[in-house]
């Protein structure tokens, strides 16, 4: 705290320095506005930017101080190297965006918080230095049951797993950089209406925002606003790894307006996912499929999306697993191409929009897909699907539906079918064509079909 002639000499200084150099008057104003707020002096606990020696128990002193007498916590700017810091149940640190650097100093975990009711950090640089954590954190910074989160406008940099875990925690990660994660950017498992918003997420060699669940239930995360860069998929698989946003059985989850490019596997990809709502996203240069709804899920409304360049577009599939329910509507998907991250058996990569069950797929443009621009069932994993009003252009073929014994209602209607190569409407068997064009009629001979009104040319 300041005292009234602390006070005056401050602002006299504050005062001379601003004729000299108004930019250095305005930072330094507002550090020592945010101690006149009343926050701890970190220095007076001996706790000091720059110092070449490790600063962790001191740094336990002050956190231990700011709980003790729930008064927030200010770090000048400089450098303070740290290890195993457990944060006490209620915490509100902050420092100067960029210039406040916490460093990792090794042997073990930088931040853990468990069981803790508020935790608040701000303008705080965590830099994992690309040392080694030890195997009792998953993260750089690892937040377990935390009531109420707030990070905003900070930076969490060469972590050596993750950049930042929660797991059981409700609040918010806004505006703030995550980069260097050799796993995951931001990892939430069992989150409880958690937003996660505005941020950035790059270079992660395993993932970029994963939202997930033990077990398949209510989630209510909101993920908006992101972008989402170079997701790698070190560890390999076959779409474990490598996504840009991926929910894993967590239900009700909305995912809208992000940027996501140059990711291994998908840019968004849900599995198991109920009542997903994924929509206008830019999913830029997928190494596999752009959005990929499967597996488990019942519900999810795809919307107003754009994939550009990806092997597959959309997929909206594995009705065998009990995927079903769903809304495509409005999406661009262009720029496909045959060829991806693994060998996918047949028929191949380069499809625009696919889907199996009580699903509607209208108003969609796609191009440039060279196996297929929409299809519909695979083999008898075919019930209810409409595709209609949408626009093909330069596919090999322009839709295909399965036609195998088993397969449920499927309607393909007032759809306009451009520079299709192998034909506008086929019936397959599974890979295999195994009708005419239907656009040009046969159709009638499936009982399960209809087919009408579309423009082909």
Known sequence: MLNRRQLLRATTGFAVLGLACPAMAADLSGIALTAMRGSIDATEL???PGALDDQSKAFARLLKRADETDTPIFLPPGVYRVSNLTLPRNLRLSGVPGATRIVYGGDGYLLLAEDTARIDLTGLTFDGANRWLSDQVQALVDLRGVAALAMDNCAIIGSGRSGIALERSSGRIERSTVSGAAEAGIYSVEGVRLTVADNSVTDC????IL???WQRGDDGTLVTGNRVERIAARSGGTGQFGNGINLFRAANVIVSANMVADCAFSAIRANSAGNAQISGNTCLRSGETGLYQEFAFEGAVISGNIVDGAANGISIVNFNEGGRLAV????LVRNLNTTGPYDPGAPGFGCGIAAE????ITGNVIENAP?????LGWGPHLRNVVATGNIVRQAGTGIVVSVVEGAGPAIVSDNVIDGAARGAIIG?????PATGDLAKGGAEAFAH????RNRVS
Do not use: F, P
């Not at 495509?328 to 999406?331: I, Q, R, T, Y």
């Not at 069950?357 to 509607?360: E, K, L, R």
């Not at 397959?428 to 295999?432: G, K």
């Open 46 to 48: 001996g706790v000091r």
């Open 205 to 208: 060699a395993n993932g970029g």
């Open 211 to 213: 939202i997930h669940r």
């Open 328 to 331: 495509c509507s409005g999406n």
């Open 357 to 360: 069950a009580d699903t509607t």
């Open 371 to 375: 196996l297929y621009g929409i299809s």
């Open 428 to 432: 397959q068997r599974w890979a295999e």
């Open 449 to 452: 079909l209809t087919v009408e």
